[in-house]
T-cell receptor, first 113, second 114 residues
Framework: DTEVTQTPKHLVMGMTNKKSLKCEQH?????MYWYKQKAKKPPELMFV???????INESVPSRFSPECPNSSLLNLHLHALQPEDSALYLC????????????FGPGTRLTVL | SQQGEEDPQALSIQEGENATMNCSYK?????LQWYRQNSGRGLVHLIL?????REKHSGRLRVTLDTSKKSSSLLITASRAADTASYFC??????????????FGQGTTLQVKP
């Protein structure tokens, strides 16, 4: 199974809402990633978890809060977002290092009103 | 700073023609990867070429790497309408394989007309 799943596919939220994005993989990968992608731009790395520990935070605002409950799951908690946070949020995993092949989920299309 | 720059930004060809995309990068690397993204979807890994390799093939894909020029090219032969997508190169930085950071180029948007 080489699939990374993400839920929900689409999310519309107001600036005062709290919501969460979920990502799951069952490939036994030990590295998981959150990326943000704006239209016609490349993915921008947000967070990296390695062996369930946060190893990289690319200076992401605190209104984005990642969580890795176990080696298969990755969450991104959202609170008090801004309209400019509207984007495609991609989750990915790799066996252990970023330089390995990364497997991407289909993404969550987030709209902040 | 941007690690990967790609050209052209957009490419439009007829079905059956070949498509070539180029990627340049700034620092020494461990490997370089190419990914495809269909509109609004996740990225799909196409091919990985290591810094000590010069050329690699996978089906209709041919990737070259010139570390002296810090550049790579992706050739898609006998293109099909289904190849219509955005293509990104992605690099790490040599010596940083354990830091978890992969940097994507700006991407090339390929349109293959039937």
């Amino acid at each position: 199974d080489t699939e990374v799943t993400q839920t929900p596919k689409h999310l519309v939220m107001g600036m005062t809402n709290k919501k969460s994005l979920k990502c799951e993989q069952h490939m036994g990968h030990r590295a998981m990633y959150w990326y943000k992608q704006k239209a016609k731009k490349p993915p921008e790395l947000m967070f990296v978890y390695s062996y369930e520990k946060l190893s990289i935070n690319e200076s992401v605002p605190s209104r984005f809060s990642p969580e890795c409950p176990n080696s298969s799951l990755l969450n991104l908690h959202l609170h008090a977002l801004q309209p400019e946070d509207s984007a495609l949020y991609l989750c990915a995993s790799s066996s252990s290092r970023a330089t390995d092949t990364q497997y991407f989920g289909p993404g969550t299309r987030l709209t902040v009103l | 700073s941007q690690q990967g720059e790609e050209d052209p930004q957009a490419l439009s060809i007829q079905e059956g023609e070949n498509a070539t995309m180029n990627c340049s990068y700034k620092t020494s690397i461990n490997n370089l990867q190419w990914y495809r993204q269909n509109s609004g979807r996740g990225l799909v890994h196409l091919i990985l070429i290591r810094s000590n390799e010069r050329e690699k093939h996978s089906g209709r894909l041919r990737v070259t790497l010139d570390t002296s020029k810090k550049s790579s090219s992706l050739l898609i032969t006998a293109s099909r309408a289904a190849d219509t997508a955005s293509y990104f190169c992605a690099t790490d930085e040599k010596g940083s394989s354990n830091t978890g950071k992969l940097i994507f180029g700006q991407g090339t948007t390929l349109q293959v007309k039937p």
